[in-house]
Nanobody
Framework: QVQPVESGGGLVQAGGSLRLSCAAS????????MAWYRQAAGKQREFVAA???????NYADSVKGRFTISRDNAKNTVCLQMNSLKPEDTAVYYC?????????WGQGTQVTVSS
């Protein structure tokens, strides 16, 4: 098992956009789904979005219509396009790989949205 690596976090003003990327492994073989979670300071980690091995997607109600999760099989990456960002989206975003044998987590990338 290889730990996923997130990138693309940073600072953005409210209403702006960011695109996060997660490099899962050399291939998606054996992966059931990949998902994004986030954890704000002093809060519990919460689900954001997920995509299965066949391309089905699921989103938290708080991000529906603003965030889009996608998968690139050729590059073995999963991205999270975040539009119309709000200060409430500020958190550390984590990529989770749900594969055969268990789940592995990335180190996280900070997203800060200023008002």
């Amino acid at each position: 098992q290889v730990q996923p690596v997130e990138s693309g976090g940073g600072l953005v003003q409210a209403g702006g956009s960011l695109r996060l990327s997660c490099a899962a492994s050399r291939s998606f073989f054996g992966i059931n789904a990949m998902a994004w979670y986030r954890q704000a300071a002093g809060k519990q980690r919460e689900f954001v979005a997920a995509i299965t091995s066949v391309g089905s997607t699921n989103y938290a109600d708080s991000v529906k219509g603003r965030f889009t999760i996608s998968r690139d099989n050729a590059k073995n990456t999963v991205c999270l396009q975040m539009n119309s960002l709000k200060p409430e989206d500020t958190a550390v975003y984590y990529c989770a790989v749900h594969a055969i044998g268990g789940t592995t987590w990335g180190q996280g990338t900070q997203v800060t949205v200023s008002s």
